[in-house]
């Protein structure tokens, strides 16, 4: 069993960079293909970014170029690096992961997910 907490969200200008963070139990975290979806008002969640235990990323277009996924295993913690941020962007964002995932960009794909986090980008 995995627990995710994510952290980091909040209100920023568009233009403007933040960090999410989320941290996992358990020891198997190494074996875990984890991702970051969101979800706006009234609208569905989407993919954002995925990345294997193999360190392969997978990306949504429309955050290509200005988001990075990466992993500290030693911390069991994912980290979404968000640049140049656009309200668009503007959603929560949720931690998802799956054990020996693919990096899949599907929600079916991932059987454990955090509560989110909030981030608002005012324009």
């Known amino acids: 069993q995995v627990q995710l907490v994510e952290s980091g969200g909040g209100l920023v200008q568009a233009g403007d960079s933040l960090r999410l963070s989320c941290a996992a139990s358990g020891r198997t975290f190494s074996s875990y293909a984890m991702a970051w979806f969101r979800q706006a008002p009234g609208k569905e969640r989407e993919f954002v970014a995925a990345i294997t235990s193999g360190g392969t990323t997978n990306y949504a277009d429309s955050v290509k170029g200005r988001f990075t996924i990466s992993g500290d295993n030693a911390k069991a913690t994912v980290y979404l690096q968000m640049n140049n941020l656009k309200p668009e962007d503007t959603a929560v964002y949720f931690c998802?992961?799956?054990?020996?995932?693919?990096?899949?960009?599907?929600?079916?794909?991932?059987?454990?997910w955090g509560q989110g986090t909030q981030v608002t980008v005012s324009s």
């Open positions: 998802a992961g799956a054990r020996y995932g693919l990096g899949s960009s599907m929600r079916s794909a991932y059987n454990y």
